[in-house]
T-cell receptor, first 114, second 112 residues
């Protein structure tokens, strides 16, 4: 149980285009999902907290107009990187909250912007 | 506010040897601690957690961690490692709104 999927697992896009990443909780409902960014050989940095039916809460320094988050249902949250640039290339990981303390992580999405 | 410090960025160890990965935390709220493991190009998998109760917690694959409030530590140990344990290990503490704060990670490399 408690499986979280991400799609796509790997994407290459050209500079200036937008990319959408999906995060789904497959066998449970998640009112809260989290989006992280991880650079090579570094830890995960929380980008935003996504609550179903309301606006996402962004961490300091994260551009909300660049990283659009939508949590339209209890099983789906999407992250759209708008007007992507090479510096946005990274590993993006989502997690879905269950209960008071548990978070289950997706397998990650590798974004490369050329 | 909470923070997590993992003192060792890399830990090489020979197969079947014991290992300890160190984690220290600071938190202004109730302490809930986690260890996650990440294999290359994958997401994180929960290894074990401390929420309350016994200060010694164990995972199904032989790892254990002990919550030490006086030393603000939550070190991860395994008495005998395998090649398959090679991975990145992250210690984390949970704060308000269920937000996890991660340490910088420790790369465990098990050598044959």
């Amino acid at each position: 149980g408690a499986v979280v999927s991400q799609h796509p697992s790997w994407v290459i896009c050209k500079s200036g285009t937008s990319v959408k990443i999906e995060c789904r909780s497959l066998d449970f409902q998640a009112t809260t999902m989290f989006w992280y960014r991880q650079f090579p050989k570094q830890s995960l940095m929380l980008m935003a907290t996504s609550n179903e039916g309301s606006k996402a809460t962004y961490e300091q320094g994260v551009e909300k107009d660049k990283f659009l988050i939508n949590h339209a249902s209890l099983t789906l949250s999407t992250l759209t990187v708008t007007s992507a640039h090479p510096e946005d290339s990274s590993f993006y990981i989502c997690s879905a909250g269950q209960g008071a303390y548990e978070q289950y992580f997706g397998p990650g999405t590798r974004l490369t912007v050329t | 506010a909470q923070s997590v410090t993992q003192l060792d960025s890399q830990v090489p160890v020979f197969e079947e040897a014991p290992v300890e990965l160190r984690c220290n935390y600071s938190s202004s709220v109730s302490v809930y601690l986690f260890w996650y493991v990440q294999y290359p190009n994958q997401g994180l998998q929960l290894l074990l957690k401390y929420l309350s109760g016994s200060t010694l917690v164990e995972s199904i694959n032989g790892f254990e961690a002990e919550f030490n409030k006086s030393q603000t530590s939550f070190h991860l140990r395994k008495p005998s490692v395998h090649i398959s344990d090679t991975a990145e290990y992250f210690c984390a503490v949970i704060g308000s709104a269920r937000q996890l704060t991660f340490g910088s990670g420790t790369q465990l490399t098990v050598l044959p």
